[in-house]
């Protein structure tokens, strides 16, 4: 038992809430115990030295609710979060952030199943729509898409570099009949007109070939911790257009996995030219 005296139990009780559970000599939480916060939250799992340290589940007021291991107060370790919108992470946890690899599981039921830091997308991941089936499987910089990925749909997919959530550069569509199409993805800025000036835009056109029906709504924010899910083929400000530049198309090969990849390069560079080189 404790040898601190009530009135500073009184001022701790104010402070961090009330709470039943074990101690040390010291007086501070240590072991198993429960405590209710004065806003409202409620933590029960193990202390260490009077903080949250182990494992543990802490619900939110809000209906939040997080399971799993906790460091010095901070969701360190491997946990599963369950926001109030409905959406879930379970994964990797590093100071408070997801942080690792992780899935995440939106309102919509899309997911993205990859690497995080500092609690955005970043690294290797696979992004899956739920509603179309269509996915991103590639790199992540900063919760956007960028550098080497391809998009895959139920009959194609398109191989290629992204720039800040779109395709950018030379990439290919290849379908499942065995053809490819080659070419290139142009930017295009166009001046907003007076009517799209100053206008929060709720959707857009997409110039992406087979996108969701050629149109996505802009997503919201969800919120301090939550995660937003991704309009397909992600996001363009309201007067950015991308332009598909097809230049060749091969030959009809069915795709072998673990082919020569070099053969392969070289059967595309003599379409290339000899597509540049027609009349």
């Known amino acids: 038992m404790s040898d601190i005296g009530s009135d500073d139990f009184d001022d701790e009780q104010n402070k961090l809430g009330e709470y039943e559970g074990d101690r040390n000599e ?35 007021k809000n209906g939040a609710r997080y399971v799993g291991d906790y460091l010095q107060n901070m969701k ?17 946890w590093v100071e408070d952030l997801r942080q690792g690899h992780g899935l995440y599981t939106y309102p919509n039921r899309d997911t993205y ?7 955005v997308r970043h690294g290797q991941g696979i992004y899956h729509h739920h509603d179309t089936g269509a996915e991103y499987k590639g790199s992540w910089v900063n919760g956007k898409m960028e550098s080497a990925g391809e998009y895959i749909h ?9 720039v800040n959530n779109y395709p950018c550069g030379p990439g290919r569509y290849v379908f499942d009949i065995g053809c490819e199409q080659h070419g290139e993805f142009q930017q295009t800025e166009q001046p907003a007109t007076v009517e799209e000036n100053g206008k ?15 149109t996505h709504m802009l997503g919201s924010a969800g919120g301090a911790e939550e995660d937003r899910a991704e309009g397909e083929w992600g996001e363009l400000s309201s007067n950015t257009t991308l332009k598909w530049i097809p230049k060749c198309i091969t030959g009809l090969t069915p795709w072998t996995p673990g082919r020569d990849s070099t053969a392969r390069e070289k059967e595309t560079a003599s379409a290339e030219e000899g597509a540049e080189n027609s009349p």
């Open 26 to 60: 010291a007086g501070e939480r240590h072991g198993f115990g429960k405590a209710v916060l004065p806003n409202g939250d409620v933590y029960q799992g193990h202390y260490e030295t009077g903080q949250r340290h182990g494992e543990g589940t802490y619900r939110f």
């Open 76 to 92: 360190h370790g491997q946990g599963t979060f369950y926001y109030p919108d409905g959406s879930k992470y379970e994964g990797s």
């Open 113 to 119: 199943d990859g690497e995080w830091l500092q609690h």
């Open 154 to 162: 139920t009959h194609h997919r398109y191989k290629g570099s992204f």
């Open 200 to 214: 929060d835009m709720k959707s857009q056109r997409s110039p992406y070939m087979a996108s969701r029906a050629g």
